[in-house]
């Protein structure tokens, strides 16, 4: 009997200890895991928005070599009515601006990783990618294969200011690592006016950008209830200010497919 009750109470103290340390039970127990995929659409009742030709300015004989370069503020794929360079990311299921992912939320798989340069090229007028992804520790890398020099403006809150110019086949690092910051981080070519891009830094591994036809995919996220937020560079949030807390879903293993979700990026007239 005294075994018992001996066990029964180190069952306990083991249980407050866990409990002390502010760890929920789907930290304890990680596992198991999902690959959620959806796309993300322009409303069918509303006509295609046109990518207008860009106003080039400067070094008109190389930025124009390869045909006129459109704005890519709004891409839309006229035949999915799919929206390219939407970020998706997931949340807990709560509304805490604050709330992130337990260490039991995140795959063991993600521990192995190491910081990466993320590069942002500009090989004729025009960033690519338009809109990138990076995680906290990442370094960003701006390359210039162009036969012109470019710079490379960039102004955050939380990972500083720089004004670089990147001569003609050259490369610049920035000298910091990122660290987390809640907002996009627009960038910009001061020599040629109508070259930007967008960053958004995370400190978790669940997020990506919609592809060509919209679509994305986000690999081995917690299973259970989640939310999805998306964010697009002209309208910001998809519902809004509320937008940033993301839609509700459920994930279950191995996959989950979500419906297409509607997404109204008309820009502002």
Not at 41 to 52: S, T
Not at 80 to 100: E, F, H, Q
Not at 131 to 145: L, S, W, Y
Request: aromatic fraction near 8%.
């Amino acid at each position: 009997m005294r075994r018992v009750r001996f066990f029964a109470v180190a069952g306990v103290l083991a249980a407050a200890v866990v409990a002390a340390a502010g760890l929920s039970a789907d930290a304890r127990q990680a596992g198991p895991w999902a690959t959620i995929k959806g796309q993300v659409l322009f409303p069918a009742d509303k006509p295609i928005p046109e990518r207008k030709k860009l106003e080039v300015s400067q070094d008109k004989e190389h930025c124009l070599s390869k045909g006129p370069l459109l704005d890519e503020g709004v891409i839309v794929n006229p035949k999915s009515r799919g929206i390219k360079n939407v970020v998706v990311w997931l949340r807990p299921d709560n509304t805490n601006p604050k709330a992130g992912f337990e260490p039991g939320q995140i795959n063991p798989a993600d521990a192995k990783r190491k910081p990466a340069d993320v590069v942002i090229d500009q090989p004729c007028c025009m960033f690519s990618s338009h809109v990138t992804t990076a995680r906290v520790g990442d370094t960003i890398v701006v390359k210039n294969p162009a036969p012109v020099p470019h710079n490379f403006f960039w102004t955050s809150s939380n990972n500083g200011e720089y004004n670089q110019t990147v001569p003609a086949g050259q490369s610049w690092k920035m000298p910091q690592p990122l660290v987390a910051e809640s907002g996009a981080i627009e960038y910009k070519c001061t020599i040629h006016p109508w070259m930007n891009g967008y960053v958004r830094v995370f400190d978790h591994p669940y997020f990506a950008v919609t592809d060509d036809d919209g679509k994305f995919e986000i690999k081995n996220a917690p299973a259970g209830k989640l939310r999805v937020v998306y964010w697009q560079e002209k309208v910001g949030y998809k519902g809004g200010k509320e937008g940033r807390f993301g839609d509700q879903i459920d994930a279950t293993a191995p996959a989950t497919e979500l419906k297409p979700v509607i997404f109204d990026v008309s820009p502002a007239k």
